[in-house]
């Protein structure tokens, strides 16, 4: 009985060369494969995290005006409140100008 050793046929080097070359060159094609898209992936990453910053500043200035939403609603009362007085003013005006025409006819 031959052994494992005996058995196994012995391959020539140039044919042994050609593999690791083949490998190599394999190996090297994926490497760059990878880089090219790891490189997009992070060009994309960084477009993500620009639009994110946009998004994040404008619901910054969102937030900031809604929380003047109750003032505007207290300032509306009190420009209903200064509306009723003007027209109050405006009635008392009205009557002392009839009053100056009046007395200035007589």
Known sequence: MKTI???????????????????LATGGVVI?????L??????TAEQI???VGQIW???????NNTIHIPLLIRTNQIVAQIRQAADGIER?????ERAVV?????
Request: proline share 2%.
């Open 32 to 36: 760059a494969v990878v880089a090219f």
């Open 38 to 43: 790891l490189t997009i992936l992070a060009r």
């Open 102 to 106: 009046d007395d200035a006819k007589k």
């Open 49 to 51: 995290e620009a639009g």
């Open 92 to 96: 008392s005006t009205g009557r002392i």
């Open 57 to 63: 500043q404008v619901g910054q200035r969102i937030a």
């Open 5 to 23: 050793l005996q058995q196994q046929q012995r391959v020539p080097k140039d044919t042994m060369k050609t593999y690791w070359q083949i490998s």
